[in-house]
C-alpha cells in the first residue's frame, strides 16, 4: 500500500472536519475520494500531502510518516491543485525549470527533466507561450506538468478538468490514464464527474467528515445503484422494472416471451451511487 490511513482526525475549534476516518491505497492504482463540497475531500488532501497538520491519527506515504518525514513525503509525491499556481507572466518552460530546481534537479537534468515532461504532456506547440496566454485546458497540461517533473509516485488530482468543456476534459484525462500505465503511478483524485471515478480501482465516498462507503465501482453500484429494465409489449404498454442485479432481468423477459417488442436494461451508474448516498446521509442527517 501506498498510502495508509489510520483513525485521521482534523478539527478547526468546535467543527470537526475529518472525524477517524481509516482507509489504504494500492501502490499503482487510480483511487477516488469523493464527496460533496465541506464533506473534507480538501482537508483530508492538505494532510496527505503535508499542507495541514492533523489533530490525531497515523498517515503514511510509501512507507513514511508525515509527521517525523514530511520532506521524504514532499519527495514522493506530486499535486495538481484546483487553481493553478503558475507565474502567469513567465513562459511555460521557465515556470517547469524553476518547480525543477526546487527538488535539487540543475543543467543537463533539469533540462533533460523538462524536456520528458513537455513530450510526455504534449505540449511543444506551446512551450515557449506565457502561461497567462495559454487556454484553461493547456494550462491543466502544464500544471500536471509541474507535477512529474520530480516523476513522483504519487500523483494528486483535486478536480483536474472543473470548468473545462467536454472535449478538453477527455483529452486531459487520456492524458493522465496514459501517463499512470506508462510509469505505473498512482492517482489519488478528487473529482465532481462521475463518470471519470467509474474507472476507478477503487472508491471512497465520504460525508460530513466520515466514510459512509468504500469498494470498486461494481462493489458499490451493486450496493447503492439500482438497474432499470424497460419493457415494451407489442399490445403498446409499457412497463418499467428496479432490480437489485441484472440477473434479476432473465425471468421477467422469459416470463414475457412472446409477448415484447422491444427490451432495454440500463445499468447502475456511479453518478446513482453518489446521489443515493449523499442524499441517503442528508436526509438521515
Known amino acids: 500500500m501506498i498510502i495508509n490511513v489510520e483513525n485521521l482526525q482534523k478539527n478547526y475549534g468546535d467543527v470537526h472536519a475529518v472525524r477517524g476516518i481509516s482507509f489504504s491505497v494500492k501502490e499503482g492504482s487510480l483511487f477516488s475520494f469523493l464527496g460533496v463540497n465541506g464533506a473534507g475531500k480538501s482537508t483530508t488532501i492538505g494532510i496527505l500531502t503535508t499542507l495541514l497538520s492533523k489533530n490525531s491519527g497515523k498517515v503514511e506515504i510509501g512507507g513514511l510518516n ?64 506565457p502561461y497567462g496566454k495559454l487556454s484553461g485546458g493547456q494550462r491543466r497540461r502544464v500544471d500536471i506538468a509541474r507535477a512529474l517533473i520530480h516523476t513522483p509516485k504519487l500523483l494528486f488530482l483535486d478536480e483536474p478538468t472543473t470548468g473545462l468543456d467536454p472535449k478538453t476534459r477527455q483529452d486531459i484525462w487520456t492524458l493522465i490514464q496514459g501517463l499512470q500505465k506508462e510509469n505505473g503511478m498512482t492517482v489519488f483524485l478528487t473529482t465532481h464527474y462521475m463518470e471519470e471515478a467509474a474507472g476507478s480501482d477503487d472508491i471512497v465516498v465520504i460525508h460530513k467528515g466520515e466514510i459512509k462507503a468504500q469498494g470498486t465501482p461494481l462493489e458499490l453500484k451493486t450496493l447503492y445503484a439500482s438497474n432499470l429494465l424497460k419493457l415494451t409489449f407489442i399490445n403498446g404498454e409499457y412497463k418499467e422494472h428496479r432490480l437489485d442485479s441484472t440477473l434479476d432481468a432473465f425471468p421477467i423477459i422469459e416470463k414475457h416471451k412472446g409477448q415484447l417488442s422491444n427490451v432495454e436494461l440500463v445499468n447502475g451508474t456511479m453518478d446513482d451511487v453518489f446521489i443515493n448516498l449523499t442524499e441517503g446521509f442528508e436526509n438521515a442527517g
Do not use: P, W
Open 66 to 129: 508525515i509527521d517525523t518525514q514530511a520532506e521524504g513525503v514532499r519527495s514522493l509525491i506530486g499535486v495538481v491543485s484546483q487553481e493553478g499556481l503558475l507565474d502567469t507572466t513567465l513562459s511555460v518552460r521557465n515556470n517547469l525549470e524553476i518547480r525543477g530546481s526546487l527538488y535539487g534537479l540543475k543543467g543537463k537534468k533539469l533540462k533533460s527533466a523538462v524536456d520528458q515532461v513537455v513530450c510526455h504532456t504534449g505540449m511543444e506547440e506551446f512551450v515557449s507561450r
